[in-house]
């Protein structure tokens, strides 16, 4: 059984790499809509596959979801290379290569330790119980979602700009202001899912194998890693504006640090809260990865500026809070009315977008004009071509 798991996940490693391969083509180009989608299709093909095939192949059903979303993150891209003239060139002695090894190591010394940290969580998961890491990973795919459209995609829009930029002011603006927008998009997206946490996994995994008692683990593993999801997220730019300014050991040695701390927090608490234990754990280690960004963004590239990113983000959190209530009042009524499972996860969320879109209007939130006139003008140059 070990033997056909390796034949089979060994492509994977291979299409795994050509993604990144075209994920950096793709970035290098300004094309950023494919990329944004690749962890969610990722961890998606892994979960439904899992769900599908392990009545009838046991845990051999992970490595073909893992053959299977690696295919998706792979072949999902390629039309973004439409239209690119490129061809293969191997030049061993180009004067960037030896730059681009010395930058990549740190890098990879992070891979690794984020290798580590996933292989002890699934085999901590496996000792919670023969369910908890599915459990755990249909939740992953739903933090993965906003995560991957909100903070990486928004970190690699102005990683370029964040490497041309020469002055300290130029550089913090540009920073500030991602960071801005992913707290405009990522606070709403965590507060709604956080309500919405059981009709949402009711709809999106409630068929076949999967019970509603799976779905009342899955919302509770859900919602507690939302706890890290915002720290996820800011966590990004701040990463990759180490990268613009060709410090990639930094980050790294953090990675390391999180691993450590996510070590520590899973062991002290597995023993009295099973899963949650280490979905505690794992939201304890993106919220510490984060802080100590921040921190290290203060003292080695001279902090922030006066940005505003407190005014903003308490008017965020404030509209943030105001959509939650009415989503939860929605979703209420609706339980108690018996509304179909579509309805119960899909108008709560139209309700709420409607509410939390009025309050950045109300609450004259500056950051969200601009980022309606962004799409505004990217929707009208595409009409244009």
Known sequence: AAVEMLRLILPAIFFLGMSGVVTGLLYALKRFTFPAFTTALYN???VVVALALTPRFGITSLVIGILIGSLLQLFFQLPGLRGMKYYFAIEFAHPALKKILQLYLPVLGGLTASIIGVLIDRNLASRTGAQSLAWMQAATV????????????????ILPTLSRQSTVYEFQSTLAFGIKLVLLLILPATIGLLILARPIVALLFEHGAFTAFDTTQTARALQIYLIGLPFAAIDQPLVFAFYARKNTLTPNLV????V????TVALALIEAFGMLGLVIAN???LSAHALIMLWFTHTRLNGLGKQGLSALTAKVFFASLAMGLVAWVVASWLERGGANIFVAA???ILAASIVYLAMMR???VREAAQMWEMLAQKFR????T
């Not at 739903?142 to 829009?157: E, H, M, N």
């Not at 140059?381 to 244009?384: E, G, P």
């Open 44 to 46: 998606l093909g892994i």
């Open 142 to 157: 739903l933090v993965q979602l906003p995560l991957g459209l909100v903070g990486t995609a928004i970190s690699f829009a």
């Open 255 to 258: 990675a390391f640090a999180g």
């Open 260 to 263: 450590t701390i996510y070590l």
């Open 283 to 285: 939201a304890a280690q």
């Open 346 to 348: 899909l108008t709560p």
């Open 362 to 364: 109300v609450l004259r």
């Open 381 to 384: 140059a595409r009409q244009l």
